[in-house]
């Protein structure tokens, strides 16, 4: 689901709860009104309501008219009581008291709405699957003790801060295991989920399946198999060299999508073990030429020691 289509279904969602909180309280409502004391009571207050709007904040009036106004209101609060209700029956309870499940305020977006996208935009990114480590992880310690994880961190910092316009739209963080690839992949990918930015995370072996499956499943539906590779606004490609080349289909997938992303000018980031060299030798001239294009791309090697073994 792109972006736009989670927040559509979001507010759709929130129609229909608003519709519901209305209805129950309308009917709870129309069966008060059955009551003809509540009724009667209503229909005071109401005339109280009236009087008061129509005088002066600081009218002596307006005091007794409010202390006449809360009686009946108990009145018909031991009214509605005897039939079952309370008064918050009979006002819709709204799940978001701001926007009344609108989803808008002035016209910005209500913290519901940001938040349950969010959450959709998580489920769907793929992250779930892997730790989710954020920046608030970073453990300033192993920062100073290693030069190029530390210049990492610093380009990854810019590359969110200008997301999506950092000078290189894509990255490539190389070197061996445990150098903390994966780790900033994941700190990108949290933070940009909390901006509500539509991120994919998947590891070379998810992609190469993915794309398989977009094969064997009737034509009309390729698309949508294949859109959150081509449509998000950051796909994350972790342990490239992880997956089995298969005739060649392993790197005319690869090829496509990073091919396709290049060319609609969206931000991908790979992790790998394999230095460029190795990339080349398993992939070829053709794809190692996109993904190492270094007009649009940023390459960083880090090095060091095992950080899970100094942790
Ligand atoms: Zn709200």
Do not use: W
């Amino acid at each position: 689901m792109t972006k736009t289509q989670i927040i559509l279904n979001q507010l759709e969602k929130m129609k229909q709860s608003r519709i519901q909180a209305q209805l129950t309280a309308d009917n709870n409502l129309a069966l008060a009104r059955q009551n003809s004391k509540f009724k009667k009571l209503e229909s005071d207050m109401r005339k109280i309501q009236v009087e008061i709007s129509k005088l002066a904040p600081n009218d002596e009036k307006v005091k007794e008219l409010y202390f006449e106004y809360n009686k009946l209101r108990d009145a018909s609060t031991e009214a509605l009581k005897k039939i079952g209700l309370t008064y918050k029956d009979t006002v819709p309870q709204y799940n978001c008291p701001i926007c009344c499940d609108v989803g808008f305020v002035n016209g910005k977006k209500c913290e519901c709405l940001i938040k349950k996208v969010q959450e959709e935009l998580l489920n769907q990114s793929g992250i779930s699957k892997y730790s989710g480590h954020s920046f608030d992880d970073v453990d300033i310690n192993i920062l100073a003790k290693n030069p190029t994880l530390d210049k990492a961190y610093k380009i990854a910092k810019a590359y969110i801060k200008d997301f999506p316009n950092y000078k290189y739209k894509n990255l490539v963080f190389c070197g061996e295991v445990g150098t903390g690839k994966t780790f900033l992949m994941e700190c990108i990918a949290s933070e940009l989920i909390k901006t509500t930015n539509y991120v994919v995370f998947v590891t070379s072996f998810d992609l190469n399946n993915t794309v398989i499956r977009s094969m064997s499943v009737p034509f009309v539906e390729r698309d949508e198999v294949l859109e959150p590779l081509l449509e998000c606004d950051l796909l994350l490609i972790d342990d490239l060299g992880s997956e089995p080349i298969m005739k060649n289909v392993s790197i005319n997938n690869l090829f496509t999508i990073i091919n396709e992303r290049q060319r609609h000018d969206k931000c991908t980031i790979i992790g790998t073990n394999l230095t460029p060299q190795m990339i080349k030798e398993r992939y070829g001239d053709r794809l190692v030429s996109r993904i190492f294009d270094l007009n649009t791309t940023l390459p960083i090697k880090l090095d060091g020691k095992d950080l899970r073994i100094q942790r």
